[in-house]
Nanobody
Framework: QVQLVESGGGSVQAGGSLRLSCAAS????????LAWFRQAPGKEREGVAS?????????FYSGSVKGRFTISQDKAKKTLYLQMDSLKPEDTAMYYC?????????????????????WGRGTQVTVSS
């Protein structure tokens, strides 16, 4: 099992920024699809951003966050990041990082929950107006 632990959530005002971190115990011998999802109470889970850990492909973003959020990874620190700028109240949600070594994301132009088998417990982001 891959272990994922999110951190960095909190409360900010609209227009502010947060950087989420995901400590990931990934195998050095495998490549992964890595992604951030979010889910607000009563709402569907939404794929926010994804990236292939092996490189060679540009990160993918949902239309609602494109231009505002940036996904990145630090392989030396085994950490996945989500830099969130220009935050809006509708960004309020529990944010989860996810991973899968089946790397189905490599062949997609979308971020699907079913493509990811390993999940963190989440970190709360609250954006006030």
């Amino acid at each position: 099992q891959v272990q994922l632990v999110e951190s960095g959530g909190g409360s900010v005002q609209a227009g502010g920024s947060l950087r989420l971190s995901c400590a990931a115990s990934l195998s050095a011998h495998s490549t992964y699809c890595l992604a951030w999802f979010r889910q607000a109470p009563g709402k569907e889970r939404e794929g926010v951003a994804s990236v292939y850990s092996g490189g060679g492909a540009s990160p993918f973003y949902s239309g609602s966050v494109k231009g505002r959020f940036t996904i990145s990874q630090d392989k030396a620190k085994k950490t996945l990041y989500l830099q969130m700028d220009s935050l809006k109240p509708e960004d309020t949600a529990m944010y989860y990082c996810a991973a899968d070594d089946l790397i189905t994301c490599y062949y997609r132009d979308s971020i699907l929950s079913d493509d990811y088998r390993y999940w963190g417990r989440g970190t709360q982001v609250t954006v006030s107006s």
